[in-house]
């Protein structure tokens, strides 16, 4: 592993170009800023990540539901919110080289660039706006959501009428949000569209505290459970006076990046603060019926909230590896993998004959079929048998692949396949007929 602050995100960044897991958007007009498309594997780790996370946060608990709510939602939800009045961010402009900052990002009262004097700093509102209908006018205003919490905010009733869930319980949500980020760069890290994996979870007031501290460990737990390092996270708890106007106390979980710690997950304790607003905005009693004590409650609110592109990008950082081998021919070669958890891998197993030879096709293409067919091993599995075996080993140690299995001359006579691992690069053989079997137990 190198030393993460002389990790090159540059080197992250080409081998996701390289090997199909993020390109920029747009590249053939020159690409729009700071925005990123998921290639084919890109994509499968992507909903891995989110997989694993749903089946966490929601599947293996009791106290869970989800919902998927519009990305457009009516404008009186961010005035009940607060964020048409406060989602701002403190603006400033050098006024030597004209290049724009976050005022509340820079540790310096000049350019960090260049050096110049800067601008007072202006309030710069974040929300993206556009217009429902034919007719570009105020009354046809609405935003993209800056967040996907407020979808739930909206819900509360529908969701409680329609589960009959109890206090504590959870609502669980994935989805795409916009910010017009003033500054935004470090690859995936901060874009102007990125999806969100978030939680509001209702609580009796009272209760609150306690219920946030166990907040706190059950996430830090599932960024373990996805392989990211514990000695690579922190939680670090907001100053009084950096905290949203909603919250009564909120944490971050934040990683060691290459250029220093950044936030991945917010938790907040949002109080009352969002079902009170909405309550009052709409009309609409939005409150929790007590049985033990026969009132409405307006229960208080716990909201763990993640990036699934920084959930990522992290993960990348994490299990980006280079090490030093010999070649079979002697030479010093140095090994590029990413040492990520097969729950998140993109390619689960790669299927390798150990050439195009057309006796050991039929085979190989058996062997292949049988694996992606297993309901054993789920995730995407794939056949590669174009260039030498030691350019595909080293293209699915790149992307991340736990284990690959060989097909070799000797498997023709004694129906028996190479497994091969990625981390320690042990080879084991073993009988096609518990080829399977043997895959799972190793990718748990
Ligand atoms: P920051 O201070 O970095 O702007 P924030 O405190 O505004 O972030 P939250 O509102 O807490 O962020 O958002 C919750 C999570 O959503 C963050 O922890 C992060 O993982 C993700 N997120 C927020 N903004 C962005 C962005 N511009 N690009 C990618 N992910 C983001």
């Known amino acids: 592993?190198?030393?993460?602050?002389?990790?090159?995100?540059?080197?992250?960044?080409?081998?996701?170009?390289?090997?199909?897991?993020?390109?920029?958007?747009?590249?053939?007009?020159?690409?729009l800023a700071s925005t990123w498309d998921y290639g084919p594997l890109g994509v499968e780790l992507k909903r891995n990540i989110k997989d694993s996370?749903?089946?966490?946060?929601?599947?293996?608990?009791?106290?869970?539901?989800?919902?998927?709510?519009?990305?457009?939602?009516?404008?009186?939800?961010?005035?009940?919110?607060?964020?048409?009045?406060?989602?701002?961010?403190?603006?400033?402009?050098?006024?030597?080289?004209?290049?724009?900052?976050?005022?509340?990002?820079?540790d310096s009262e000049t350019c960090p660039?260049?050096?110049?004097?800067?601008?007072?700093?202006?309030?710069?509102?974040?929300?993206?706006?556009?217009h429902m209908g034919p007719i570009e006018e105020d009354a046809s205003v609405v935003y993209l959501r800056p967040e996907t919490a407020q979808g739930i905010f909206v819900n509360f009733n529908n969701v409680v009428t329609s589960t009959r869930k109890k206090l504590p319980f959870g609502i669980a949500q994935i989805g795409k949000a916009f910010r017009n980020e003033i500054t935004t760069g470090n690859f995936i890290f901060r874009t102007r569209?990125?999806?969100?994996?978030?939680i509001e979870y209702f609580v009796m007031p009272g209760d609150d505290e306690d219920i946030h501290k166990q907040w706190i460990d059950d996430c830090l737990s599932w960024f373990e459970d996805i392989?990211?390092?514990?000695?690579?996270?922190?939680?670090?708890?907001?100053?009084?006076?950096?905290?949203?106007?909603?919250?009564?106390?909120?944490?971050?979980?934040?990683?060691?990046f290459p250029w220093g710690w950044g936030e991945?997950?917010?938790?907040?304790?949002?109080?009352?603060?969002?079902?009170?607003?909405?309550?009052?905005?709409?009309?609409?009693?939005?409150?929790?019926?007590?049985?033990?004590?026969?009132?409405?409650?307006?229960?208080?609110?716990?909201e763990p909230s993640a990036g699934v592109d920084r959930t990522f990008m992290t993960v990348l950082v994490d299990a980006y590896s280079e090490e030093e081998t010999v070649s079979t021919s002697g030479k010093k070669e140095t090994r590029t993998l990413l040492k990520?958890?097969?729950?998140?891998a993109p390619v689960k197993v790669a299927i390798l004959p150990l050439s195009r030879n057309e006796k050991l096709t039929p085979l190989a293409r058996s062997v292949y079929d049988m694996v992606r067919?297993?309901?054993?091993?789920?995730?995407?599995?794939?056949?590669?048998?174009?260039?030498?075996?030691?350019?595909?080993?080293?293209?699915?140690?790149?992307?991340?692949?736990?284990?690959?299995?060989?097909?070799?001359?000797?498997?023709?006579?004694?129906?028996?396949?190479?497994?091969?691992?990625?981390?320690?690069?042990?080879?084991?053989?073993?009988n096609i007929d518990s080829l399977t079997s043997q895959l799972s137990i190793k990718l748990k």
């Open 193 to 198: 569209e990125f999806e969100m994996m978030e």
């Open 113 to 130: 660039e260049c050096g110049g004097e800067l601008s007072e700093p202006r309030m710069f509102h974040l929300m993206f706006k556009t």
């Open 1 to 31: 592993m190198p030393d993460l602050p002389t990790l090159d995100i540059d080197k992250i960044a080409s081998l996701c170009k390289r090997r199909g897991f993020i390109f920029q958007s747009s590249e053939i007009y020159g690409g």
């Open 264 to 302: 991945i997950q917010g938790i907040a304790n949002r109080t009352d603060f969002d079902l009170a607003a909405h309550s009052k905005m709409s009309g609409e009693r939005l409150t929790y019926f007590d049985n033990t004590t026969n009132q409405h409650v307006t229960p208080y609110v716990i």
């Open 373 to 430: 067919r297993s309901e054993a091993i789920s995730g995407h599995i794939q056949f590669d048998d174009a260039q030498s075996i030691g350019r595909r080993y080293r293209r699915q140690d790149e992307i991340g692949t736990p284990l690959c299995v060989t097909v070799d001359f000797d498997s023709l006579d004694d129906n028996a396949v190479t497994i091969r691992d990625r981390n320690t690069m042990d080879q084991i053989r073993v």
């Open 227 to 256: 392989g990211i390092k514990r000695e690579n996270l922190r939680v670090r708890q907001h100053e009084m006076n950096e905290l949203s106007h909603y919250a009564k106390n909120t944490f971050d979980i934040e990683y060691k």
């Open 53 to 106: 996370w749903w089946n966490a946060m929601v599947w293996e608990r009791d106290d869970m539901v989800g919902l998927d709510a519009a990305i457009l939602m009516h404008p009186d939800t961010w005035r009940a919110s607060g964020h048409v009045e406060t989602f701002t961010d403190p603006l400033v402009d050098c006024l030597e080289c004209k290049r724009r900052f976050r005022e509340d990002h820079l």
């Open 340 to 344: 990520l958890e097969p729950s998140i």
